[in-house]
């Protein structure tokens, strides 16, 4: 069964579900946790009494980017931009690879060639990857 979310030695659970499980003879460390950030809850402990499994929660709503450039605005730095207008390179025809898909100076070199395409490398003794 899967463990209560716990900080140390210290389970997470509101006071009620606390006094709760002691009036009902139920181990608190473990009863999960179905609350804000995994506390456990008075109702929480309740099913674990009756031996119901904890509630689903609902499925999250996708998360939406903080941030997103409008309509026909192309995100780049600052250097990005005047690397590009140095190269007469348009920032739309170039694929971004920093933070929210903004195109950074190294992006630029790499279209106009000035810099090569990092690939991650392996670690020492991993086996190579290879698709069927």
């Keep these: 069964a899967p ?21 009902l003879g139920v181990d608190i460390n473990t009863v999960v946790g179905t609350g804000p950030d995994g506390r456990i809850t008075g109702g929480d402990v309740q099913n674990a009494a009756s031996g119901a499994a904890p509630a689903k929660k609902p499925a999250a709503a996708p998360v939406k980017p903080a941030w997103t450039p409008a309509a026909g605005v192309v995100a780049a730095t600052p250097m990005a931009r005047a690397a590009a207008k140095k190269a007469k ?25 000035e810099k090569k395409v990092e690939r991650k490398s392996q670690k020492a003794g991993a086996p190579a990857s290879f698709e069927l």
């Design 89 to 113: 390179l348009d920032l739309a025809t170039i694929q971004g690879t920093g933070e929210f898909g903004r195109v950074t100076v190294d992006d630029v070199k790499i279209a106009t060639g």
């Design 3 to 23: 463990k209560a979310v716990s900080t140390g030695d210290r389970v997470v659970a509101s006071p009620m579900a606390k006094s709760l499980a002691v009036e």
